[in-house]
T-cell receptor, first 114, second 114 residues
């Protein structure tokens, strides 16, 4: 069964600082990878996704993530955060074959101070 | 736009009551999921369904059951509510396409068991 680890539970940054959130997954087969974001009071929404091809994927609002297969990692990055990026970020994975059980990490709360 | 609708935003129930949480999606998605979201624990999968009348246990199915009689509707049932089931419950749906699609989430139901 797949599992996801997010090592940073809380991150506090000032505006314009760079962001990197770690995500590692555990699964023996091929996976699809996702980052979701939950802004305060809102429902979860997709930030970006990786299925295959270029391991560097770009998402909405200037976010990007890099899939490193050898490290089972899919870290989220943004060069310069804004106050509006304050949210909770979740990494998720599902298996390419069989049941498409979507498994999430424990999330990272990001607070960006103006 | 895909819409996932959960029947209630807030519920307060008494210990021992049977509780039904309803979820409806309007995009003909095959997969539907129920998660609970707790601070510091992220989203934990309770049950998912990949077709009408088909269901699979997630990571924390104890104390819960589900029903999917129609493709668009997925119900979560707490047979005998307990205080440790106080949580935010999230429903999601996705296409059955090798997992290569995003999941769309409802707004959540905050359940308090007293």
């Amino acid at each position: 069964a797949q599992s996801v680890s997010q090592h940073n539970h809380h991150v506090i940054l000032s505006e314009a600082a760079s962001l990197e959130l770690g995500c590692n997954y555990s699964y023996g087969g091929t996976v699809n990878l996702f980052w979701y974001v939950q802004y305060p009071g809102q429902h979860l929404q997709l930030l970006l996704k990786y299925f295959s091809g270029d391991p560097l994927v770009k998402g909405i609002k200037g976010f990007e993530a890099e899939f490193i297969k050898s490290k089972f990692s899919f870290n989220l990055r943004k060069p310069s955060v804004q106050w509006s990026d304050t949210a909770e970020y979740f990494c998720a994975v599902n298996a390419r074959t069989g049941f498409q059980k979507l498994v999430f990490g424990t999330g990272t709360r990001l607070l960006v101070s103006p | 736009d895909v819409k996932v609708t959960q029947s209630s935003r807030y519920l307060v129930k008494r210990t021992g009551e049977k509780v039904f949480l309803e979820c409806v999606q309007d995009m003909d998605h095959e997969n539907m999921f129920w998660y609970r979201q707790d601070p510091g624990l992220g989203l934990r999968l309770i049950y998912f369904s990949y077709d009408v009348k088909m269901k699979e246990k997630g990571d924390i199915p104890e104390g819960y059951s589900v029903s999917r009689e129609k493709k668009e509707r997925f119900s979560l049932i707490l047979e005998s509510a307990s205080t440790n089931q106080t949580s935010m419950y999230l429903c999601a749906s996705s296409l059955f396409a090798g997992g290569k699609t995003e999941a769309f989430f409802g707004q959540g139901t905050r359940l308090t068991v007293v």
